[in-house]
């Protein structure tokens, strides 16, 4: 009798013990599903990037990128290891990404997906972990370019009826909000505030605070393309054949750095890259930004430019592939992205 006494006193001991680890490992996994967001200002990429597709991202030593030789796929890529590793179907654009997560924008695919199901129904706006893990998809649609600022993505969303529109919505999806219903492309970053050339009556430039959404004008021009860096304000002066013009913030003098025609541009640092837009004799140029130094980097048309501390991508217009790239500083050397190439299984 004392024997069995026992045992039915220990049958409950055991079940509450149970009981008490699967709420610790419940609390634990919660813990991990709960969004963690920034605690300090932040952009998901730089402007010229977002500018170009958004097709690149570096952040804490590790590429982010939309590898063509795989349908556009999201992949990762250590410089260090040499590891390059996919983590998500494609097609991706508009890379951004923070110390704990990869935002990203998923593009109605061409092909089919698994057993012939058609995966356009899975385009829109997603959060991933860095690893790969937990994608979760914030906003369901058709998405333009797209820029993480702090804790909120700003998009652009377009439909039929009216073109695009500036949304916003927080990285745990929640809060979604139509910002301005014109089409801005949000991707112009600069000591916490959003610039962007006006689509509706003029190009000036106007400024934006992400928290308020209360917005000014800048600069009054006829301006594409912005950006601020070093107290300079760059942009394609649409008046002057669109070439490259840079403005000083303080002085409020403007200089133009280019007098060839551009088609795009990209700036890191001290260093330009520009397509120049000439039906006869196109090419790839890089220069510094005082407008010195001007190097031919290929002939031929290109776009997509991207530039990470130690290479900058391209590809061929109306080409996927190959894969361009070349130093961003030093010599000039366009090789292929084999790396890329060779992670395609």
Same mark, same amino acid.
């Given at each position: ?7 039915? #006193? ?31 200002? !932040?952009?998901? =990429?730089?402007?010229? =990037? ?10 804490? #030593? &590790? ?38 997560? !990869? ?9 089919? #997906? ?8 899975? @385009? ?25 600022? =702090?804790? %909120? ?9 009216? #073109? ?11 809060n979604e909000t139509e910002v301005l219903p014109e089409a801005v492309n949000p991707t112009g970053y600069f000591n916490n505030f959003l610039y962007f050339s ?17 917005? @000014? ?23 002057? =054949? ?42 790839? @140029? %890089?220069? @510094? ?11 031929? &048309? ?44």
């Open positions: 009798m004392k024997n069995s006494t026992k045992k039915r #006193g220990f049958i409950p001991v055991i079940i509450i013990t149970l009981l008490l680890v699967a709420g610790i490992l419940l609390t634990i996994m919660e813990f991990f599903k709960k969004v963690q967001f920034n605690t300090l200002p !932040i952009s998901g =990429n730089t402007t010229g =990037n977002l500018n170009n597709s958004g097709l690149f991202c570096e952040s804490n #030593g &590790v590429l982010y990128f939309s590898n063509a030789y795989d349908n556009h796929a999201l992949y990762s890529y250590n410089p260090n290891s040499g590891n390059c590793k996919k983590l998500c179907e494609g097609p991706v654009n508009s890379i951004n990404a923070d110390s704990h997560y !990869i935002y990203y924008v998923r593009e109605a695919s061409k092909s089919e #997906g698994t057993f012939g199901f058609s995966t356009a129904t899975f @385009k829109g706006l997603y959060r991933m972990e860095l690893n790969g893990k937990n994608k979760t998809r914030l906003f369901s649609g058709n998405v333009g370019n797209a820029q993480l600022i =702090n804790n %909120r993505i700003f998009f652009q969303n377009y439909s039929n009826d009216y #073109g695009f529109h500036l949304y916003a919505i927080d990285i745990d999806g929640k006006n689509y509706d009556g003029n190009h000036n430039i106007s400024e934006m605070d992400p928290n308020s959404f209360k917005q @000014k004008t800048f600069y009054e021009g006829n301006c594409y393309c912005p950006t601020i860096q070093d107290n300079y304000l760059y942009f394609i002066d649409v008046e002057n =054949n669109y070439s490259l013009a840079k403005v000083n913030l303080t002085t409020k003098e403007k200089t133009l750095l280019t007098t060839e025609r551009l088609d795009t541009y990209n700036l890191y640092n001290d260093i330009i890259f520009y397509q120049v837009s000439d039906s006869e004799r196109p090419c790839l @140029k %890089r220069m @510094k930004t005082d407008g010195s130094n001007i190097e031919l980097i290929q002939n031929g &048309v290109f776009h997509d430019i991207n530039i990470t501390e130690n290479y900058t991508y391209f590809t061929a217009y109306n080409s996927q592939v190959p894969i361009y790239r070349t130093p961003t500083t030093g010599v000039v050397d366009v090789t292929i992205f084999t790396e890329a190439l060779n992670a395609v299984e």
